[in-house]
């Protein structure tokens, strides 16, 4: 966001930009493609080691891509549709109120103006403008009152979609070179590690941390799951056989 301000000592004009600290589209997209890559990497690399056969990884592979994408998308509809009903009914409550008290809530919105260090005539002069619009009116208390912008709540089709999407594009790395023919766990660890490497530095782009520090702490923790996983495959492995 681009923020353009007078520099009042000499009149020139400057620009400076903000970070998106709401994390935009890349935020989840990340993070679920690193969900992905940790569960599924943990997942086939709990099953190698138990010294399964090649055919049964892909298939614990691709079962955990789709049980995860499903499981993922699942339940991210459902948190963002629950919230968008919780924000929906809240605003039809504002909506009633406006339409029921115009007045107490004129004065309510005055007052939050003069809280702010607005003079209680200015005040009163922006609500009652605001006012004139019902439209304007609910969208400014809904901004106000409940921290929400009423044209701009999340969708929960979008949510899930990518949410499917990012998780699945993370889960199949650890499986893929099995699919190519690769017949060592070594060629998945390698390419998911990089994978979470390369999702580490791109949240870099939202957590200003440096990239190689965000790259290299995500690839520890999938190299740890993956370690912890491949030790007690390998265990229940010997133990059941």
Known sequence: MAVMERD????ADHTHTHRDINGGWLRPAV????????????LVAG??????SNRVIVISGLAGLVAGAFSMAAGEYTSVASQRELVQAELEVERRELRRHPEDELKELAAVYESRGVEPRLA????????????????THAREELGVDPGDLPSPTT??????????????????????????????????????????????????????????????LGAAAAAVTYGLGAAFGVAVG
């Open 124 to 139: 009163a002069e922006v609500a009652r403008q605001l006012h004139e619009d019902p439209e304007q009116a609910l969208e």
């Open 159 to 220: 949510a899930a979609v990518s949410s499917f999407l990012s998780f699945s594009v993370g889960a199949v790395l650890p499986v893929l070179p099995y699919l190519l023919g690769a017949t060592s766990l070594w060629y998945a660890v390698v390419l998911a590690l990089a994978g979470l490497f390369a999702c580490g530095a791109m949240v870099a782009r939202v957590t200003a941390r440096q990239w190689w520090f965000s790259g290299l702490r995500q690839l520890g």
């Open 8 to 11: 009042t000592a000499d009149g």
């Open 31 to 42: 993070f679920g493609a690193m969900d992905g890559l940790v569960s599924n990497l943990g």
């Open 47 to 52: 099953v190698a080691g138990s010294d399964a």
